[in-house]
Structures are given as structure tokens and as C-alpha cells.
């Protein structure tokens, strides 16, 4: 393979206009495409085959459609000393519920007084506003009139707040992106000692998630794609696509300073270190894709968007940057001349960390342990208006529904019962956390009944977990559903995937490791180290999201419940991600190794060639990552912020100070590979070896594209 990436990369550097053509005609196809294909996104949550999406689909088939079109809750509060059964604050509220008809995609609006949905005290009600369209096609122009219409209310001195999914208009601004960027810029131009090595990574990298994006785009107009589904792909593309530049681009200024001409340098470049990159990013790749087996449609969308993001990165890095290389020349090489027979900071740590290797194991492990200590409090759930900012006008609506109504209010149950309507309504009246049990609403054939149930606690609580689950266990022709229902049933097949996923993601990832190392102990290493990062990370993320520690810190204004998604997007993400540091830092190590060096001199000549990039490498991803944590999509906010923590822990707690230390105390045994497994395992030859070989033996002046595929 490095010989096949060494072609490629001398091709792409030689015929740099041709390629970089290609890629311009490419974003422009996919450019076009993007603005005639796309479609909406959607923040719902729904997974076939549960019970609760079986109801919802009998509901719609036995009570007619409507099922998918949006609708909103105008709430009202009265001020103190005050109720809405007085006549001028009756007299407002009629008034916005009649303006509230003439709003455009409004189909219907139920009169707060006619409906009784005027609490005991009477000082909260609320009218619900039914769209003739899905949440996703409410427009703007209709959003601003209901606002309108609703806000007419606070003249007489009434509050009014809003609630539902079409209240909630769609996020813009790239703030989020652009603090990364800059972090991401200066970190490169402080490594690379030049403006235009440092513009490069991030112009290829810019460009590999404009295509990533514009693909997504596409793939909305024929795919139901998560609303975060963007914001995940750019996050993962521009990290590694900086990064996987940043590595390409470092080793061709090694090959420019060893004498080589560009072209040369470029293939060596992408010979060794392409293959590298080939390497982290397939261990990314099968992460996201891998989440294609839990069989839940909107995470096997948002996996293999970010997979091929990644992937796109990945060909980026391999044509893409060699031709932009060739237009740069020497002007990517630093203006002053780095100090010859300086010891680095790589290999000063790496003495420091072996001499030491007992005591920095001790601290590394106990920080680790440390962090990782809230995670056994975890809780998750999806998210609602509850985990709202505290000022949006979602969260104070929900908010007011429960103290008016109940805290079970905002999460009411649909029963759906096909024969003992009666005495599945006094079953459930019986059971514990039910405040209120409707009449049975039957369908025209009289065969199927419609219940709501009210729990008495909030809908993210385990109480109202618990009742579903004592509804469900009736010997009763039951089913239950609603969006409180849904998002437990959601939750429960994301936990029961979990080990699975991981055991799928883990065991292909060590067979690749294994394949990479020719090793045993340096694959299980690797993975036990992934292990403590993933730890870390949800702990930290625990104790700032859960349990509102430095919260304010972080721009965290509602703690609660981990969005139940996270654990399975963090592991996929982080394992591929701490793969890469692990094939960047390693290979050095075994290519040093298998030449000869002992075991300890290895690793440290594996940190003094690794060590600088790899830092620069986490930066800039802890960088882009942490600059997510400014986005106000829940998901978003708080992925960023366990993936700058867990690639901090990772980089500079596991793979530069725990894997030096383990490797240094297993020696030789650390490259251990049974005789009869290395016969069958494929040299698929990382390092470049074989490539380096054959170039040594060919002299300068002939054609070395002539050289046999490896």
C-alpha cells in the first residue's frame, strides 16, 4: 500500500492543476446539488419496531392522518392578585386565540375556556395550535405570526410563552466553527513556523467538510436526517481533516529537508504518512459506520454522514494536499532553520516519563480515575424542553405548565387499547404516579380506544419510566406511546446496542491495530486505553452537564440527564479518534524497533519524531472541539465538550504518558506475535518500509514511478 500511496503522491504533485480541477469541478457538482436537492431535517426521535411506534402507527391508521403535522401550546399566566377567568384577561385571551386562527398554516386552535385548559387556580391556561404541516415546513413568516398573535396578550398584562417543535426556529451562525478555526491556525502556524504550511491544512480541510456538507445536503431530499447531523459531520471533519494535513504536510518538510526535490517529496510523503492516514481514518470510518448496527435509523444516518466526511477527508489528504503542496513549493518550509542538535520536547518527555515510568503510570491512571469517578451517577434521557435555556420562551412555557398542571403535564401518555376499554381504564387509574385517566375516545368501528394518562412526575424521571413499564405489564390489550414513551423506548434500544456496538467497533479495530504492530499486547493496550478515556470523558461530562459543576463556565444554563445518544456517539467517535494518536506516535515506535533500536530507545525516538505533531494534533482537535460547546443544540454542546475533554485525556494522559510507560515496562514482549499468526496476517506495511527499501535500491536518476506496487 505505501508504494501505491508513493505513486499517487508523486502523480497528484506533478499533475497538481489537473487534480485540483477535478476537485473544483467535484465541489461544484456536489454545490449544485445541494441547492436543488435538499430537504428539511428533524429533530424527532423514533425507532420502528418498538411498542410505542406500533401504537402511534395504529393510532393513525384507526383515527385518520394529522399524526405528522406540527403543532404549539400558547401558554398564559396570569399577573398576581389575578385570573384568567376575569373578564379582561378572558376578553385577551379569546382575542389571541381568534388572531391565532388567521395565522398562516394554521389549520385549528382550541379555545383554552372550551377545551378546559384552565388550571385549578385559574391563573395558567393554555390554547394548542394545530398546522396543516409538519414541524420541519412551519416558515418563518407563520413562526413571527404566531408570536405576534400571541403576543398581543401581554398589553392586558398577561405572560405568554410558547411551546413544541414549530416554535423552535432553525439555528444559524458559525461562531462555533470559526473559534475553532482560529485556535486550529495559530496552533499550526506556531508548529510550522510559516503562514502558508499553516494555511494549508485548514484550506484542505474547509473544503473536505464543504463537500461533506453539501453531500448531507443531498441526502436530506431523500432521507430523514437528524437536525444535528450537520453540525456532527463538520465538527469530525474539520478536526481530522486538519489533522490529517497537518501529518502529511510535516512529513514532506522532513523529506524537503533531507534533500529530496518536491515531487519526491511529496511521494515519500504520502507513502509513509499517507498510509498512516489511511490507517486512523479507516479505525474512524468503521466507528461511525459500525453504528449502522443497531438498527436505529436517524443514528445509522448521522454515523455514515460523519463516516463520509472522515472518508472524504482522508482522499483529500492523499491528492488534494500533495497538489496544493506543489503550488506552495519551499514557501511551506519555516523562514528560519530549525537549531540543529536541539533535544525536542518528544524525546526530553519520553527520557523523563521512562525514567520515572512507575510514578507517571501511578499519576496518569489516578487523574484518569479521578475524573471517571461521577460517571457511576449517569443518567440519560432525551431531551425536551426541560433541558431548554432558562430563557427561551420553550422552557418558561414548560415550566408554567407544571407548576399549573402538574410536573406529569408535559409528559402525558397515550394508551391505545383494543378491547377492555373500561376496565384498562380502572387498571390504570389504580396504579401509583397517575394523576388522571381520560374516557375512552373510541375509533368509528368501536374496536380501538384512545386513553391519556397523566403520570404525576416529570416525564425524564424514573417514576414515570417506571409506570409505562407497570402499564405495559397489565394483562390487558394495551399499548402505550406518546413522545414520553417514545423517547424511553428510544433510550432503552440505545443502551441495549451499546455493548454490541462496542464489541463489533473494538474487535475490527484490534484485528487493524493487530495488522499495523504485528503485535498482541500493543492492540489490547491501545484499547484499554481507549477504555480509560471514554471513562473519563463521561465522567467529566457527568459532573458538569448532570451535576452542574462550573456549569456556568461552560455556558450550561439547565443540567439534567445526558442526551441518551451520547454514550454510543462518544465511543464511536473517541475510539477512532485515539486510534490515530495510537498509529501516529506507534509506528515510529516499531519502525525504530524493528530496525534495531532496543526497546527503550524506540519509544523514544518514536516521541521525538511524534511527539511535537501529535500535541499539535490534539490541540487543534480539543480546539475545534471545544468550540462547539458555544452551539445551543443540547447534543452538540455537550458532544463538543466531552470530545475536547476525552482527546485531552487521551493525547497527553494515555498515549503520551501511559502507552511510554507500558511499553517501557514490557520490553521486547510488547512486539510478541505467535510465528504461525504472523505467517497468516498481511504485511500491509504502515511504516513504509518495504517502500523505503526499494527506493534505496533505486538509484535518483531513474524513473521511480516505475516501482512495483507493494
Known sequence: MATLLYRLGRLSYRRRRLTLAVWALVLALIGIGAATLSGPTTGAFSIPGTESQRAMELLAEKFGGGSDNASAKVVFTAPAGSTLTADQQ???????????????????????????????????????????????AVTDAGRDALFAAGDTAKSAGLGVEYSGESTQSAEGGHSSE????????????????????????????????????????????????SSSTSALATMLGLAVGIDYALFL?????????????????????????????????????????????????????????????????????????PAVIGFAGRRIMPKKAPVRDRVSFGERWARNVLRYRWAALVVALALIVTAAVPVFHLRLSLPDDSTASVTSTQRKAYDQLAAGFGAGFNGPLIVVATGSFDEARQAIAKLTDVVLVT?????????????????????????????????????????????????????????????????IVVGLAFVLLMLVFRSLLVPLKATVGFLLSVVAAFGALTWVFQEGHLAGWFGVESTGPLVSIMPIFLIGILFGLAMDYEVFLVTRTREEYVHGAAPNEAVIAGMKHGARV????????????????????????????????????????????????????????????????????????VEGEGLTRQLAETPRGEDRELLPAA
Not at 394554521?106 to 398546522?131: F, G, I, L
Not at 473559534?179 to 513556523?193: H, N, R, S
Not at 507513502?271 to 486512523?280: E, P
Open 178 to 225: 470559526a473559534i475553532g478555526i482560529v485556535i486550529a491556525a495559530m496552533v499550526l502556524v506556531v508548529t510550522f513556523g510559516s503562514l502558508v504550511a499553516a494555511g494549508l491544512p485548514l484550506l484542505t480541510a474547509m473544503i473536505g467538510v464543504g463537500l461533506g456538507m453539501g453531500g448531507i445536503q443531498i441526502a436530506t431530499g431523500f432521507f430523514d436526517l
Open 90 to 136: 378572558k376578553s385577551a385571551v379569546e382575542a389571541v386565540v381568534a388572531a391565532l386562527a388567521g395565522v398562516p398554516q394554521v389549520s385549528a386552535v382550541a379555545d383554552p375556556y372550551e377545551a378546559k385548559t384552565v388550571s385549578e387556580d385559574a391563573r395558567t391556561a393554555y390554547a394548542t395550535v394545530t398546522y396543516s404541516v409538519p414541524a420541519t
Open 614 to 685: 501529535v500535541t499539535a494534533a490534539a490541540l487543534i482537535m480539543i480546539s475545534v472541539f471545544a468550540g462547539f460547546i458555544l452551539a445551543d443544540d443540547t447534543i452538540i454542546k455537550s458532544l463538543g465538550f466531552a470530545l475536547s475533554f476525552g482527546v485531552a485525556v487521551d493525547a497527553f494522559l494515555v498515549r503520551m504518558t501511559i502507552v511510554p510507560a507500558v511499553l517501557s515496562l514490557l520490553g521486547r514482549s510488547a512486539w510478541w506475535l505467535p510465528a504461525w499468526l504472523d505467517r497468516l496476517l498481511p504485511n500491509v506495511d
Open 439 to 503: 374516557e375512552p375516545v373510541l375509533d368509528r368501528a368501536g374496536d380501538v380506544a384512545m386513553l391519556t394518562v397523566i403520570p404525576k412526575s416529570a416525564p425524564t424521571s424514573e417514576a414515570t419510566k417506571g409506570l409505562v413499564k407497570s402499564i405495559r405489564d397489565l394483562p390487558l390489550p394495551v399499548q402505550v406511546t406518546g413522545t414520553t414513551a417514545v423517547n424511553i423506548d428510544v433510550s432503552d434500544k440505545l443502551t441495549a446496542a451499546l455493548i454490541p456496538y462496542l464489541a
Open 249 to 321: 504536510v510535516s512529513r514532506f518538510r522532513h523529506e524537503l529537508a533531507n534533500g529530496h526535490d518536491g515531487e519526491e517529496a511529496a511521494g515519500r510523503a504520502t507513502g509513509t504518512a499517507g498510509s498512516a492516514v489511511v490507517f486512523a481514518g479507516l479505525t474512524v470510518v468503521i466507528a461511525l459506520a459500525a453504528l449502522s448496527v443497531t438498527g436505529i435509523p436517524f443514528l445509522t444516518a448521522m454515523g455514515l454522514a460523519a463516516a463520509g466526511t472522515v472518508a472524504g477527508a482522508v482522499v483529500i489528504t492523499l491528492t488534494l494536499v
